[in-house]
């Protein structure tokens, strides 16, 4: 009975971290490699089938700081749809990684605890390069980039909305606990004289903020638990988020019911692990500094 407390216990929570050895660099990346394929696991367990619009296959590619992907990407990890690529810095390969590796095949665990987080920041790393991939792939469908082309605009009206979407995103695919915050002061969350609020914005950096973080959660949660992830993300990567009448209040009500008007046909697909079974994530050496990983789901039994 101790023993398997102690199993239920290893996969509930790591036991420790530990960081590669540089010289065992291939294994380093093999381990890597795997990572990437637990979280892709995690997160069809935790969200459905959200790698439809991915290629069947991915390959990670390790870059040095002197690549030109390296550069591209500012060093960081991230999926390059051209390549269908996940670019991943070498520097990241002494990076602390949980024991039992297992472990990370679970979504959740890692966004409720704060050590965790600290203690494996190449997780978050990895999944925000997949939900990346997920959204570019998407957008790309309809001739569109993730992020959209608006959130690099100079103009307050455009950039703001764009940016709504990616922190809206980003807020309910990484904190399990609902965001609190006064849903009734819509008119501050989503300014009806938008042109009023950009002339003051300036002056004030949370009212920025307000709008762009909770402004966001507000606009998508509804979509998120109305029609699941997968639907949802569809939706937001090919629909951009733009202002009408100077109102954003508006905007937003239309932007929701024209969601609900094109995904109401669409069978969401909940977070059940009622995902496609029959693709299993796998590892496997394609050359020197990359390797291929195919997703999908396949759970041991424990």
Same mark, same amino acid.
Not at 2 to 19: E, H, K, N, Q, T
């Given at each position: 009975?101790?023993?398997?407390?102690?199993?239920?216990?290893?996969?509930?929570?790591?036991?420790?971290?530990?960081?590669?050895?540089?010289?065992?660099?291939?294994?380093?990346?093999?381990?890597?490699?795997?990572?990437?394929?637990?979280?892709?696991?995690?997160?069809?367990?935790?969200?459905?089938?959200?790698?439809?619009?991915?290629?069947?296959?991915?390959?990670?590619?390790?870059?040095?700081?002197?690549?030109?992907?390296?550069?591209?990407?500012?060093?960081?990890?991230?999926?390059?749809?051209?390549?269908?690529?996940?670019?991943?810095?070498?520097?990241?390969?002494?990076?602390?990684?949980?024991?039992?590796?297992?472990?990370?095949?679970?979504?959740?665990?890692?966004?409720?605890?704060?050590?965790?987080?600290?203690?494996?920041?190449?997780?978050?790393?990895?999944?925000?390069?997949?939900?990346?991939?997920?959204?570019?792939?998407?957008?790309?469908?309809?001739?569109?980039?993730?992020?959209?082309?608006?959130?690099?605009?100079?103009?307050?009206?455009?950039?703001?909305?764009?940016?709504?979407?990616?922190?809206?995103?980003?807020?309910?695919? %990484?904190?399990?606990?609902?965001?609190? /915050?006064?849903?009734?002061?819509?008119?501050?969350?989503?300014?009806?004289?938008?042109?009023?609020?950009?002339?003051?914005?300036?002056?004030?950096?949370?009212?920025? /903020?307000?709008?762009?973080?909770?402004?966001?959660?507000?606009?998508?949660?509804?979509? /998120?638990?109305? /029609?699941?992830?997968?639907?949802?993300?569809?939706?937001?990567?090919?629909?951009?988020?733009?202002?009408?009448?100077?109102?954003?209040?508006?905007?937003?009500?239309?932007?929701?019911?024209?969601?609900?008007?094109?995904?109401?046909?669409?069978?969401?697909?909940?977070?059940?692990?009622?995902?496609?079974?029959?693709? %299993?994530?796998?590892?496997?050496?394609?050359?020197?500094?990359?390797?291929?990983?195919?997703?999908?789901?396949?759970?041991?039994?424990?």
């Amino acid at each position: 009975m101790w023993f398997r407390s102690i199993v239920v216990a290893a996969l509930l929570y790591p036991l420790s971290g530990l960081a590669c050895e540089w010289t065992e660099r291939h294994q380093c990346k093999d381990e890597i490699g795997q990572l990437v394929s637990y979280r892709s696991e995690a997160i069809e367990y935790a969200f459905g089938n959200v790698f439809g619009a991915l290629p069947r296959q991915i390959e990670i590619r390790f870059v040095r700081s002197n690549d030109e992907q390296y550069a591209k990407y500012s060093g960081r990890v991230a999926y390059d749809a051209a390549a269908h690529a996940l670019i991943l810095p070498q520097r990241f390969l002494t990076t602390p990684m949980p024991v039992p590796l297992r472990w990370a095949a679970s979504y959740w665990p890692y966004y409720r605890n704060r050590q965790y987080q600290e203690m494996f920041p190449l997780i978050a790393d990895i999944d925000n390069a997949l939900w990346g991939a997920v959204l570019q792939e998407n957008a790309r469908v309809h001739g569109l980039s993730w992020p959209h082309a608006e959130c690099n605009s100079v103009d307050l009206s455009k950039r703001l909305p764009c940016q709504m979407l990616i922190a809206g995103v980003a807020a309910l695919l %990484t904190e399990s606990r609902a965001a609190m /915050f006064n849903a009734n002061a819509v008119g501050r969350i989503w300014p009806e004289q938008f042109s009023e609020f950009e002339q003051r914005s300036w002056r004030s950096e949370r009212e920025y /903020f307000d709008v762009q973080r909770y402004g966001g959660i507000m606009l998508l949660r509804p979509l /998120f638990s109305e /029609f699941g992830v997968p639907s949802a993300l569809s939706y937001v990567a090919q629909t951009p988020f733009l202002i009408e009448d100077d109102n954003m209040r508006t905007s937003a009500l239309r932007y929701q019911e024209r969601a609900r008007e094109v995904l109401q046909g669409r069978p969401a697909q909940e977070a059940s692990g009622e995902s496609d079974n029959t693709r %299993t994530p796998i590892t496997l050496p394609a050359s020197r500094d990359h390797r291929v990983i195919a997703f999908g789901s396949s759970r041991d039994g424990v």
